[in-house]
């Protein structure tokens, strides 16, 4: 077989489109769009390769009309799980031993096909089923996508490259094998680009997956799993289920060969979800490798010296952008009086100025939130503010889900700091605020510090570098991603690399080498040329 040292493209971020009026990128995505309303989807699970159907179908809901007929998803059962994992571990030995630039030049593909032929069609079954307009879907289903495949491709061959040194007549050398049994990726609704990171980031480097995608995201899943057929993956590499989260949890998590998770998800579930690995920790071959990305009770602090206009505008759009819907989006603010007037007026009259409604209306800024029981959560938190002294609601506050399920920007005025709507993550579009007076700021970095067991995103505006050090250091484990002067979301691969600590997870930074290495296990080798002959050293000489 014929060798060499291969150069992978260097990766770059894929470019933004505007989907501005006049361009071609918005006429071909409304079109696309319209398009795929008016299908009527059989989504089926793909095991082993194959498309595989059950008659048992759900619904595939879009949360700005729940009516509309898009089509179903086949729900597999305890025996498609096991399948998908027999699968995984037949497909096992022959994909590890593909050479890794064979690995690397399918996954290069799948972004190119992502960048090009199926950028319509990814980014329409986002915003159809997700209910995301068109920029946040453009930057999710098709940038980030791109990003994690290209930089994940270059972050494996600098991995593969990292070798220790040697000594006269001997050669060391690191082998990166994947993890010895199968790995299991589960993914959330809210972003596609998570749904493509989870299984690939591990797939390429030799692992074997089963990938349960959210059912409220199966529209978008089904179009990665074109794309990696078309892309070359093999079959059993990467084998999507729609099964019952808790059955298929059971097996898989108590299957001998289960050897890593790399999750997304909700906080309270990946708890327990670490339980039930340690608590049959002794069913398997090796120790498996946990990784997740969980909650958020992200938050903005503004210095007396921030600039009012700037603190509103990163209020206003990381609270808002995706109805709130992101473990990094703005849900608590931290205003100093001094300041607070002018950005309750300017935050105020850009809310007045936002629309609502579907993402096929390019005007809209903010969409319908997921699904039912998600609507029905938030609601009640604005009832409750409207009814409680502690609370005061400046903005939205209102909601109907007779067709889509709309929940207006809403922001709460605070006047406990620990108000529950401080604490709790609500993944919607609110945002409570609490205005500090102006001389408190060291007791309000505490109040930050202290208030949230989360910790994923933050930002602090301030003028004074000083302050920016003395608050960064501060905050050092109150937030993984930590921004100065900017909105607290918008992390990009290969800039921001993503993850937090404390209840927001293991912080194993996505968009980075670090979460590659989880997928490896090394094995250190060493090569003597000349082997001794003789047991004896030369301090056991007679003087």
């Not at 770059?12 to 299908?39: C, F």
């Not at 059993?236 to 989260?245: E, K, L």
């Amino acid at each position: 077989m014929s060798k060499g040292y291969y150069d992978i493209p260097l990766a770059v971020n894929e470019p933004v489109n505007s989907y501005a009026p006049g361009t071609p990128e918005r006429e071909s995505l409304q079109k696309a769009y319209d398009e795929m309303w008016n299908q009527k989807l059989d989504i089926p699970m793909v095991i082993a390769g194959k498309n595989v159907t059950t008659g048992n179908t759900q619904r595939v809901i879009s949360p700005q009309d729940h009516q509309h007929d898009l089509g179903s998803y086949h729900l597999g059962t305890a025996d498609h799980v096991h399948q998908a994992i027999d699968a995984a571990l037949a497909a096992k030995e022959g994909w590890e031993r593909l050479p890794w630039e064979h690995r690397a030049a399918i996954f290069l593909k799948a972004a190119d096909l992502i960048a090009g032929p199926y950028r319509d069609r990814i980014n329409a079954a986002t915003m159809i089923g997700q209910g995301k307009n068109a920029m946040q879907t453009e930057i999710d289903a098709a940038c980030e996508t791109i990003d994690f495949l290209r930089f994940n491709v270059q972050y494996m061959a600098e991995l593969y490259s990292q070798q220790p040194e040697s000594s006269e007549g001997v050669w060391n050398r690191t082998e990166y094998r994947a993890l010895e049994g199968f790995t299991f990726a589960i993914s959330p609704f809210n972003f596609t680009a998570i749904a493509g990171n989870l299984p690939t980031s591990m797939a390429m480097l030799g692992n074997t997956v089963v990938w349960k995608p959210s059912y409220s995201q199966m529209y978008s899943a089904h179009v990665l799993m074109e794309i990696f057929t078309e892309a070359g993956v093999p079959a059993g590499v990467i084998n999507m289920i729609a099964t019952d989260p808790q059955e298929t949890a059971d097996i898989v998590f108590g299957h001998k060969d289960f050897a890593g998770l790399h999750y997304t998800g909700s906080t309270t579930v990946f708890k327990n979800i670490w339980k039930t690995i340690g608590n049959n920790i002794d069913k398997y071959k090796t120790y498996p490798r946990i990784v997740g990305e969980t909650g958020g009770k992200d938050f903005i602090l503004a210095h007396p010296s921030a600039d009012a206009k700037q603190v509103s505008t990163a209020m206003v759009r990381g609270a808002f952008e995706f109805q709130g819907q992101k473990c990094s989006a703005a849900s608590r603010a931290y205003v100093p009086s001094n300041i607070w007037e002018d950005v309750k007026k300017y935050m105020i009259a850009d809310l007045k100025d936002i629309k609502m409604g579907t993402p096929r209306d390019f005007t809209n800024f903010v969409n319908a939130v997921i699904h039912e029981a998600s609507f029905d959560k938030l609601a009640s938190f604005i009832d409750g503010a409207k009814a409680d002294a502690n609370a005061e609601i400046i903005a939205g506050g209102n909601y109907d889900k007779s067709v889509g399920y709309f929940v207006e920007p809403t922001v709460i005025l605070a006047k406990d700091p620990k108000y529950t709507t401080m604490c709790e993550e609500l993944f919607g579009p609110v945002l409570t605020v609490y205005v500090y007076d102006e001389n408190e700021y060291d007791a309000t970095v505490e109040l930050v510090d202290n208030t949230s067991i989360y910790g994923l995103t933050g930002a602090i505006f301030c003028k004074d570098k000083a302050v920016v050090a003395e608050t960064a250091h501060r905050l050092r484990n109150a937030a993984g991603n930590f921004y100065i002067n900017d909105k607290p979301t918008g992390a990009v691969v290969g800039q921001q690399p993503f993850g937090g600590g404390r209840a927001s997870g293991t912080n194993d930074k996505a968009g980075s080498m670090l979460n590659l290495l989880r997928w490896v296990s090394p094995r250190t080798i060493k090569e003597t040329f000349v082997s001794p002959t003789d047991y004896r050293y030369a301090f056991l000489g007679e003087d």
